[in-house]
Nanobody, 115 residues
Framework: QVQLVESGGGLVQPGGSLRLSCAAS????????MGWYRQAPGKQRELVAA???????NYADSVKGRFTISRDNAKNTVYLQMNSLKPEDTAVYYC?????????WGQGTQVTVSS
């Protein structure tokens, strides 16, 4: 069992930055692939960025060059640095941990990009 707690969301102006954190507990964090997903009102949840246990990353085309995912296995934490934010980045952001048949989600954190 893995518990995930996201933090760092909030209201930011277009062009601004935020860093999301996801703290994990309850299992061996380093073996999990970690991901950040988001869901905007009326839309399906989509993958934003992911990082494997070995540190390989991939990003949605819409955030490439603006967002960076990273992990600190010593702190059992995964981060999402979001720069040059746009109004279309507004969504609830969810942290995900996956390993084999196991799949865990956090409760989500709201990110609102608005002037």
């Amino acid at each position: 069992q893995v518990q995930l707690v996201e933090s760092g969301g909030g209201l930011v102006q277009p062009g601004g930055s935020l860093r999301l954190s996801c703290a994990a507990s309850g299992s061996i964090f380093s073996i999990y692939a970690m991901g950040w997903y988001r869901q905007a009102p009326g839309k399906q949840r989509e993958l934003v960025a992911a990082i494997t246990s070995g540190g390989s990353t991939n990003y949605a085309d819409s955030v490439k060059g603006r967002f960076t995912i990273s992990r600190d296995n010593a702190k059992n934490t995964v981060y999402l640095q979001m720069n040059s934010l746009k109004p279309e980045d507004t969504a609830v952001y969810y942290c995900n941990a996956a390993w084999g048949p196991y799949d865990y989600w956090g409760q989500g954190t709201q990110v609102t990009v608005s002037s």
